[in-house]
């Protein structure tokens, strides 16, 4: 398996401008979950779904963010408008939860790191 | 509101050594503790676990000691490698949803281990 992929891994972008970034998930797992880091943060959950349902948001800072999980390979985080504070390393990663076992262990991309000017 | 706390952001450990990574939580719901490693431009990668029920861990030169008093948990590595050089984040969740759900993982802002020769 590739594992988790993420698209693009560097964005620069000027403020105000619309981001896309992408994840194509391990297949077959049934969470997806898109992070946040940042030096003063660390690694901060924005939201996560279960089979392709957002199930807690409540980590996405603000209306200009928003989520998608069109289907089981494929999300989503979208920044409209972006702003210079906006700039981090967003992570995508996901999991599969098996019963009776411990479903913590998450699979992270390799990031996608965003600069808003 | 920070209820998993490295308050360590470095540690530099002479090859051959004892690394030892700390944490703190806050949340006496937790009961399940992971350990991730992160090298540079690559996604975190879970590294080791530990439940609540137990105290210790160990994998090959990697264990986790959890005090459920204390609400900290500790990570040593014996001996320190050059390639262990990378950002540790501890993370922490509740047990899954009677129902079977999931509780999603808290992350610490993580604590950038230098192992020098």
């Known amino acids: 398996d590739a594992g988790v992929i993420q698209s693009p891994r560097h964005e620069v972008t000027e403020m105000g401008q619309e981001v896309t970034l992408r994840c194509k998930p391990i297949?077959?797992?049934?969470?997806l979950f898109w992070y946040r880091q940042t030096m003063m943060r660390g690694l901060e959950l924005l939201i996560y779904?279960?089979?392709?349902?957002?199930?807690?948001d409540s980590g996405m800072p603000e209306d200009r963010f928003s989520a998608k999980m069109p289907n089981a390979s494929f999300s989503t985080l979208k920044i409209q408008p972006s702003e210079p504070r906006d700039s981090a390393v967003y992570f995508c990663?996901?999991?599969?939860?098996?019963?009776?076992?411990?479903?913590?262990?998450?699979?992270f991309g390799p990031g996608t790191r965003l600069t808003v000017t | 509101d920070q209820q998993v706390k490295q308050n360590s952001p470095s540690l530099s450990v002479q090859e051959g050594r004892i690394s030892i990574l700390n944490c703190d939580y806050t949340?006496?719901?937790?009961?399940?503790f992971l350990w991730y490693k992160k090298y540079p431009a690559e996604g975190p990668t879970f590294l080791i676990s530990?439940?609540?029920?137990?105290d210790k861990n160990e994998d090959g030169r990697f264990t986790v000691f959890l005090n459920k008093s204390a609400k900290h948990l500790s990570l040593h590595i014996v001996p320190s490698q050059p390639g262990d050089s990378a950002v540790y984040f501890c993370?922490?969740?509740?047990?899954?949803?009677?129902?079977?759900?999931?509780?999603?993982?808290?992350f610490g802002a993580g604590t950038r281990l230098a192992v020098h020769p």
């Open positions: 990663a996901s999991s599969l939860f098996l019963l009776g076992q411990a479903p913590y262990e998450q699979y």
């Open positions: 297949s077959g797992h049934d969470y």
């Open positions: 779904f279960n089979n392709n349902v957002p199930i807690d």
């Open positions: 949340n006496s719901m937790f009961d399940y």
């Open positions: 530990i439940s609540s029920i137990k």
């Open positions: 993370a922490a969740s509740g047990s899954a949803t009677i129902s079977g759900g999931y509780n999603k993982l808290i």
